[in-house]
């Protein structure tokens, strides 16, 4: 109206332009402001994080080394078939002598040997031994035989399914491997009962991580309101003894375990002493779930008080009263009007708590023996010593998934916008 | 422009002087402890004595060695001019091609009396990645006060619970463990890798296992038996023979030394794949001096590891300061070697993962 | 034999007048260091349906005797009585006392409804009498349309949730109702408001309510009888009226209303007149309140709207230089020079005939005898 224009149009601006364009430029200049501020945060969250998880997304299925170290064999067997009870012909032979050739060359088949070792035991030798005389072999002569003199396994099938079963450049078998299972002659099967480990070490460290939560939120709930609800200087000093353990070194502290929990330790000589336990009946709190329990509820406690404390902080001291002048008892006024506004702490405290002792595998290896190791032991194990990293990256996103379902179950059910830190 | 200048110039000055610092360091890795203790007074005080230009760093990290190996190959930046592990990481990290493949007569001294490197490093060069240093054995030792009137005599104590009732600690793993149940359960030496490689032997030697499990503390550090000795949680257990001799020789605990079923492993250098040039060069001159005849029959004077080479033996002498003579101590001497195994690479490099996995489950169940 | 008469005078039934003493403090004291007492030496007795406010600065501790009524402190010693019985050992949730906080406290988890009902379902009352009741009392407090109930406390404006509050307290009909500066977040113009709601409530519902607050004139609005504290004692316990017409010494003078003092020596004392010697220089009488005698010093207290201008026939006769006016519509504030004093305020009505001053003037100002009290020298 102001611009005196008769017909509905857009609203212009002083200079002419449509309003709302000129809003949208002032605003991108605003947006591009806060862009640039935040983008050294940005960048190293996408290389530290980001970049990492999705590395390990796709180590979890790569599987390039096959059709890229056997190209003219993984060609070659399409015309095989697997189910026919029957090695290959002539031709996938010469093509399998010259992909060695190429990969002795290259050094790449001993590599590939370790890869295919993981689906089936024994190709590491296999492919080693066959690198060395595989420069021998002559290209005339009937290559099947030759092949299975250099070792048997050749003239196996079962050899031959495994290569044409793993020659895409994408496998499900590491994800198969860890939830016990395998691709076999007839599609995906279960692994031996003798073999089957991760999902139970899945379940194991689900439910150790429910107790130490549950034990960190029994023992941390009332030094939390105790910290909350002492005077300032009292809560200080207590404050200072809950965070202690932060200041030790996990090894420190977990030495310190050992000393106390072990059976000629602090402990059962104690309770030896005052004839508890009978000396030859000394109880085995360490090497096992217990130590695991003990010495984590230690270690994660912190996690737990904090964001208790911090949350009953901001409960006044008036509502307990006002439930108590409206005729509630100690309890009543604690279980229907403390408890249900610490609830965001509960909620933040168990989170974390639970999250951090899904990962952790340092203390579980040193005083979980084997009844209390995590997950994630088997993740070092294959990161740093199997060398299976796609297992490893395998186990990581699946504990990764399941993480995220759990903080999608949390969501339903409780809220996310429940949790508080303070 | 100018301040640009300024920077840039800066830039490439502080580059050279990187460069020229990096030049002088080389990155050696290994055990740490009494171990990486024992490579420095042999090998890399006179080693930098005689080579004033370089400045040997020591890396503690060989337990993640392979690992870290990998990663840095992948990164593209490796750091480590030369690592020590044990040989079965060593034909691992070779097939992976993650090692350099080293031809041991053009680059390793020949034993004084002219017998060339192959010769004398002999069957312990397990693979062309691998120069070997030291024999060492994974072996027991028990609580001398513990056993009563009838110490034990061989290994297959470690699953007599009647005669030897308590704790036992035993490594966290299947090499070697397997080995023993079924030795101790009646399988012939020379077998027991045929009967490991099928599923009857792998079965038989769980059961064997199974015998003593509610029993056994499972270690996964090289301290954690000592240690557990030395406080009387177990009465007999695995660790290295280096650790047991510091246990009973320098620490005086009443332990004694079960040589009987000791299993022999190798541990020495790789240099690791893809070096430039110069820092190679730098590795092999390097492993050159540290491996020669005296050198390794140097190292046994801090440490009961036995040398690789023949040719060093005859020179083992004194311990450094316990003056003991080191010779009895070394796993290779005759006397201790009565009934010994010799770890079997290609047999755990085909069957590690497969047997591992079936041991955690065992572990678990 | 003291102890004993206590003790039979603490059983409610024997006693002829225990309506006239349903809230008794009995010589109690508090102290939460050991070293220092809050409160010192309390009496007070409140009648049934009495409104009592405990008025006083803050650090006066009428909070305190609030708290130790509710049962949240615990005497030092003394004895508190409620309806004739010791309540000194009833745990707070069982001397069926309603309370109204500073901040209301009511619960952020619960609805209206839920907050409403929670007394009543700690009394395991049935459901439907449950409902009746929440039901009531929000209508009581003009909140029963259907939008609130379901609502959370922080859904509420102020007001309205010093309404629950008010609701919440009283929806179990207990028979003593405490409030603790119930209205002291709320805005100028809604405070009052809520002081004549609460005063209408309370004459509807015959409840006793002891009500704290440090506003003096909320405490004159609404009392039946207000309290002042300062230091632990109460300076005075009276009526509105009495206490500004009528205060007994400095600190309530000062503290109740807007007051003139004027610091002078007795010199003569004359049925219940006193001649005060000022400063300044000057005689004058003064109402002998709280004077010690002849040689003692004397603050003498007259109300700014009881100052007379220009009136002759005044018995007290100043001269007053008018240093500051100010116009406030129904009335002209003066600030005066008087007996060496330029504090001295008096109120001039803005009626028809008031008189016309400028600021340097100086003009005679009087008083009645009787509205100038001779006090205690603060």
Redesign the interface.
Known sequence: MANGENVPGPILAADGRPLRQSLARALRLQKLRALMLIAPLLIFILVTFAAPIADMLFRSVENAIVPDTLPLTVAALEDWDDASGQPPGEKVFAALRRDLLAAVAA??H??L??RL??EQ?????LL?KTGRRVKRMEEDGDLAAQFAEVHKSWADPETWATIKRFSSAYTSGYFLNAVDAKLGATGIEARPE????YI??FE?TLLLSVVITVACLLIGYPVAFLLATLPMRTSNMLMILVLLPFWTSLLVRTSAWKVLL???GVINDTLVFIGLVADDGRLAMI?NQTGTIIAMTHILLPFMILPLYSVMRTI?P??M??????????W??FW??YF??SVPGIGAGAILVFILSIGYYITP?LVG???G?FISN?IAYH???????GLAAALGVILLVVVLVLYWLYDRIIGIDNVKLG | MRLRTFLAAGAVASMAMAGAAQAEDMTIVSWGGAYSASQMNAYHKPYMEMNPGVNIINDESA??A??KL?AMAEAGNTTWDVVDVVASDAI?L????LAMEVDVDSVLAAAPDGTPASKDFGDFLVTPCFIPQIVYSTTFGYRTDMVGDTPPKDVCAVFDLENYPG?RSLE?RPINNMEWALMCDGVAMEDIYDQLATEEGQ?RA?AKLDTIKDQV??W?AGADTPQLLA???VVIGSTYNGRLFKLIEEDKQPVAMLWDGQVFDLDGWIVPANLSDERKKRALHYLNFATDTQRLADQAKYISYGPARASSAPLVGKHATLGIDMAPHMPNEPKNMSNTLLYNY?FW??????I???F?????? | MLAFGRQLLAIGDIVPDQDRAFVVFDGVQKSYDGETLVVKNLNLEIARGEFLTMLGPSGSGKTTCLMML???EVATHGQINLGGRPINNI?????????V???Y?????MTVAENLA??LQ??RMSRAEVDGKVQRALDMVQMGGTEFAGRRPAQLSGGQQQRVALA??LV?EPDLV?MDEPLGALDKQLREHMQYEIKHLHERLGVTVVYVTHDQSEALTMSDRIAVFNDGVIQQLATPEDLYERPENAFVAQFIGENNKLDGMVTAFADKEARVHLDGAEEIGALAVNCRGVGFPTMLSIRPERVLIAEPSAPNQLQGRVVELIYLGDHIRCRMEVAGRDDFIVKIPNSAKHSMLRVGETTPIGWLTNDCRALDAA
Request: with cysteine; charged share 25%; net charge positive.
């Open positions: 050094k790449a001993t590599k040997g370790s070792n993981y035991t024994g190709v590491a030798s080693r003798n073999e089957r480990i139970f070490l194991r072990q059976q000629q090497n006044p008036s509502y009263r006002a439930a108590k002048s409206l005729g509630a008892t100690d009543t006024a229907r009007v249900p506004q290896e023996g084997t009844s190791t088997r990161i740093s010593s199997s060398l299976n990293w | 337990a993640e392979v690992a990998r691992r070779c097939d992976e091609g704790k966290k079965a769980f503390v499972w996964s406080d009387g949680e290609e490099a085909d069957y590690r993962d497969d591992d996995a079936k955690q489950t065992w572990l678990a169940k | 509710a049962g949240f745990p707070p949730h069982k001397r069926g006392i309603g309370m906080f500073q901040n406290a009511l619960f952020p988890h929670f007394p700690v009394r919440r307290a179990f405490l």
